[in-house]
């Protein structure tokens, strides 16, 4: 077996427990990492500053190098497009000059500004300097910027702009304050992922409409630009609709130097790349190929913008590839060769490359998420985590790859962390359900699971049916299914535990957020399997989310349950809140008042419904955080909140 897939806990030096403190108030989120020439830029989001995301660069390979913060405080780099944003940054070199525009969560404004003397900071160490102060492109009331470009022959940005419901590609100049928008399209209903030609003279990009969500029917389109900038004409190059009878995904085209596009998409079964027979040009229009088929997905969910899973390295085409969970780097040449790019992590995101060398963030069982540079001409690489290590190898609970019966006798997946002092059959087992619901449990470094194995629990991060990383089956197996598919699978891998020897069947909580809280309402609801719950900003009302969510997820339950209103009953059936009788355990919420996804109302009426009922219940409100919480102070309070409910009503 790979020793990276081993576990570590072999020492016989008792295991000191990780505080919460130290297991998530210290560790910033990296993201979106980008090559610039010779030097790295990432986004660094800090809960240590109530979650403020601010913009780093420092040289290539040089991580013991200070980083340069470019949007130090009060800025924080924050898009709410979609209310899940993303795609806050759009950078480009010319010159010796960076251009750098983000979106600031303060205005939702979008700001540029220019720096300059990166080779002069190269030899001597330098700083690099401003060239000019921070300018507001735009700032317009009801309207949302995000996923944007810079366009350096025009000098403009170019990105998503929702407004009046509705997405919009917007153009706005860098050389003008507080300028209105110029609308380049209007697509039907979502838009996204745009990306230039090499020569400036093309544009492709992403669209979905309701009622599908973007891994489930989306559509490339690709337009010519005149010499203005504007659009000449447009065409749907690949993709499907929502009514089509295949539904293909798309996710993340891009261009090759030689002017062909590539993409990737689901048609197979699994999210593929495939590559215009040469380069685009208005007609005719060249066809597709298929150069790399794999049962392995070069894709993932589009919940926020900036997602990258591939790019041109300068020779080859690099992707991570996720295959039975793991994600790898493979290049991939002209003549359909592929070849591992031999690295140590398994869990990969952001991948950005130019020029024979790559970037990405990285972790794996053993080292957190962090900053990988990779020089994929030598195979040297660096990585540069987001904070020191926390815990020792021999503390680390590695993930144990499980499959196990789930719903409908089919073969589903989770990840199994024994507890450190090793798995037995009266240890307790922390379930996790995770969020989207179509999203993914990954095997990477977790200090949020370490703090619970280093107390002698177990974890089993469950991938249910509807998950991520296993091809578009497993994926649509949740359709029509969301409150059944997800709680067996949820359930079956407790027992699948229990009835190997390596749980206590009287000592197993549960655990998610959001599309997970909801899975965890249900799970109590509708099996006997557990003893406790814990729900973060959790969907309880399906009738109620049908009813007032917002715009992106707005028809995703049409999917997960059945068409609404026709089909109401479906909904009433699966609400935890409307068989709130059934939940026979003590139940712990989390709830921000900011959240639009989840209104606070379905937590304040499923709390009081449990209480009515005589359910021992506590909630614990924050009113700053939204759906999702970035400030350390309310993740380490939702932690130790947990383990002190869960060890105070399971007697641990």
């Not at 897939?5 to 016989?12: G, K």
Request: proline share 7%; aromatic share 10%.
């Amino acid at each position: 077996m790979d020793n990276k897939r081993h576990n570590h806990q072999n020492s016989s030096k008792p295991v000191q427990p990780l505080s919460a403190e130290l297991a998530l108030g210290r560790t910033p989120a990296f993201k979106e990492p980008r090559l610039i020439g010779d030097w790295v830029l990432w986004l660094e989001q800090r809960p240590h500053e109530q979650g403020r995301t601010t913009a780093l660069i420092r040289p290539w390979g040089q991580p013991d190098r200070p980083a340069q913060e470019l949007t130090p405080a009060p800025v924080n780099l924050r898009s709410r497009v979609h209310d899940y944003g993303g795609g806050v940054i759009a950078t480009a070199f010319q010159g010796d000059q960076l251009l750098l525009a983000w979106i600031d969560a303060a205005d939702g404004g979008l700001w540029f500004q220019r720096w300059q003397g990166f080779e002069q900071a190269l030899r001597a160490g330098d700083l690099l300097s401003a060239i000019n102060p921070p300018i507001c492109l735009s700032c317009l009331e009801e309207a949302q910027l995000a996923d944007g470009l810079i366009d350096l022959p025009r000098q403009r940005w170019l990105g998503v702009m929702e407004v009046a419901e509705q997405d919009l590609l917007v153009t706005f100049s860098l050389n003008h304050e507080n300028q209105p928008a110029k609308v380049l399209h209007r697509p039907a209903d979502f838009a996204g992922y745009a990306t230039l030609s090499p020569d400036g003279s093309q544009l492709a990009w992403v669209e979905w409409q309701h009622p599908a969500m973007p891994w489930e029917a989306s559509e490339l389109w690709w337009a010519s630009l005149n010499p203005a900038g504007l659009i000449a004409n447009s065409i749907c190059l690949a993709g499907s609709r929502p009514m089509d009878d295949k539904q293909i995904s798309i996710f993340q085209p891009f261009w090759l130097p030689s002017g062909e596009l590539v993409v990737s998409e689901d048609s197979s079964g699994w999210w593929n790349l495939m590559v215009t027979d040469k380069a685009v040009e208005p007609v005719p229009f060249p066809a597709w190929r298929h150069p790399w088929p794999m049962a392995a997905e070069t894709g993932m969910p589009q919940w926020v913008y900036g997602m990258r899973t591939s790019a041109w390295d300068g020779e080859q085409v690099l992707s991570a590839i996720c295959e039975q969970g793991y994600w790898q780097l493979r290049r991939l040449d002209n003549d359909g060769q592929i070849s591992n790019v031999d690295q140590p992590f398994d869990d990969l995101a952001g991948l950005h490359a130019q020029a024979g060398r790559a970037v990405a963030i990285a972790s794996n069982a053993t080292k957190g998420p962090g900053l990988l540079e990779l020089d994929l001409n030598s195979g040297n690489w660096k990585h540069t985590p987001a904070c020191e290590p926390v815990v020792s190898a021999n503390a680390i609970s590695v993930a144990e790859p499980v499959w196990f019966e789930g719903s409908n006798g089919m073969a589903s997946q989770a990840w199994y962390y024994p507890p450190i002092n090793g798995s037995n059959s009266s240890a307790p087992l922390l379930v996790k359900s995770h969020s989207g619901p179509t999203s993914m449990a990954s095997c990477g470094l977790n200090l949020g699971i370490q703090f619970w194995t280093s107390r002698g629990w177990g974890v089993v991060d469950v991938n249910y049916g509807g998950s991520t990383g296993f091809g578009r089956a497993y994926r649509e197996r949740l359709l029509g299914s969301w409150g059944e598919q997800d709680v067996t699978d949820c359930a079956e891998a407790a027992r699948a535990l229990v009835a190997c020897g390596k749980a206590d069947s009287t000592r197993i909580a549960i655990e998610g957020g959001s599309a997970g809280g909801f899975t965890t309402l249900a799970c109590l609801c509708f099996t006997d399997v557990f003893r406790a719950g814990a729900c973060r900003y959790a969907v309880s009302d399906l009738t109620a989310m049908a009813e007032d969510t917002h715009r992106f997820e707005a028809r995703y339950l049409d999917s997960l349950v059945g068409n609404w209103p026709e089909q109401r009953e479906l909904y009433e059936e699966r609400s935890p809140l409307l068989h709130a009788s059934r939940i026979q355990c003590p139940v712990i919420f989390f709830q921000g008042l900011q959240d639009k996804v989840v209104p606070p109302a379905q937590t304040e009426r499923m709390a009081a419904a449990l209480r009515q009922n005589g359910i021992p219940v506590e909630v614990h409100i924050f009113e700053q955080e939204g759906h999702g919480f970035r400030d350390s102070a309310a993740k380490i309070k939702v932690l130790e909140a947990t383990e002190k409910f869960f060890r105070t009503h399971l007697s641990l």
